[in-house]
């Protein structure tokens, strides 16, 4: 609860005067990635109003191009986990939400209507995936607003066809984005982590790099003294340890992105996924 207090009273600091702070703001500026669950379930109410919750968020046009698919089958979530890097949090938590890309429905609807689908281009796909990743951030925060924790899971595109067939999910929807769900062990929380300032991220009128250095600069020293990375470094292969570089969110970011594929736990996953959205039933027009 202290922290909390400290916590509020640094964001109020940070906004310059602004008083009207209320628990909907508390609970957007608090999230903290949950991955480890306790073996308690959640109530249908409260599952309830988190697909209620995720189907209120912004749709283009009202198309409503996702899917969500609810996963509470043990063996089926074990299934998922090991297409997911092996996480196993994915198994422990109660409920795992799957958000789809979903233009099924709109070629269904085209043909029953009596016309032929031609939205069969990349803005279309862009659009699916936005709804779907709108629809997985209101249940995020609609869990974390009925206490329980939650973390977005990004590697439920490791093995898409995989994940695709476990799901019987037909051509023309793709898994984005899965969300587990649960109440928290005890332990799990290390801090919410910083985001880069303000300066690096918010834009007035045009966009500008001014403050650029500076703001990253800052940034790494926060989380060089937080030891975010302590563990966690990537490696490069066929380049040796950099002797008196700091390892903070500049470095460590940039070894992420020195291959497409490091951003995923092996070179192999989401190489391909251009060929496999084809496969499911997209096409990039």
């Known amino acids: 609860m202290e922290d909390d207090i400290i916590r509020n009273r640094m964001k109020l600091e940070e906004l310059d005067g602004f008083e009207e702070w209320n628990e909907t703001l508390n609970v957007l500026t608090s999230h903290e990635s949950i991955r480890a669950f306790q073996s308690k379930n959640i109530s249908e109410g409260m599952l309830e109003a988190i697909i209620m919750a995720a189907r209120s968020a912004p749709t283009s046009s009202n198309l409503q191009a996702y899917s969500i698919v609810v996963v509470a089958d043990e063996s089926r979530k074990e299934k998922l986990a090991g297409f997911s890097g092996n996480q196993k949090f994915i198994k422990e938590a109660p409920i795992f939400l799957v958000f789809c890309a979903d233009v099924y429905r709109l070629k269904h609807v085209t043909k029953r209507q009596g016309y032929e689908f031609k939205a069969d281009t990349l803005e279309m796909f862009l659009l699916a995936s936005m709804d779907a990743a709108l629809t997985m951030e209101n249940a995020l925060i609609a869990a974390e607003s009925l206490g329980l924790g939650a973390v977005p899971v990004g590697s439920i595109r490791n093995e898409p066809l995989k994940v695709a067939?476990?799901?019987?999910l037909p051509k023309g929807v793709f898994a984005l984005v899965g969300l587990a769900i649960g109440y928290e062990k005890e332990g799990t929380r290390r801090g919410v982590k910083p985001r880069l300032p303000k300066q690096v991220t918010v834009h007035k009128e045009t966009y500008s790099t001014e403050g650029l250095e500076d703001?990253?600069?800052q940034?790494?020293?926060q989380l060089i003294l937080r030891k975010t990375y302590d563990g966690r470094r990537v490696s490069i292969?066929?380049?040796?340890e950099r002797?008196?570089?700091d390892y903070g969110w500049a470095e460590h970011t940039a070894r992420?992105?020195?291959r497409p594929e490091t951003i995923a736990a092996s070179a192999s996953l989401r190489e391909n996924l251009k060929a496999v959205l084809e496969e499911q039933g997209f096409t990039f027009k």
């Open 243 to 245: 002797e008196g570089v």
């Open 256 to 258: 992420r992105c020195t």
């Open 215 to 217: 703001g990253l600069n």
């Open 237 to 240: 292969a066929g380049e040796p």
């Open 219 to 221: 940034y790494d020293r």
């Open 165 to 168: 067939a476990e799901l019987a």
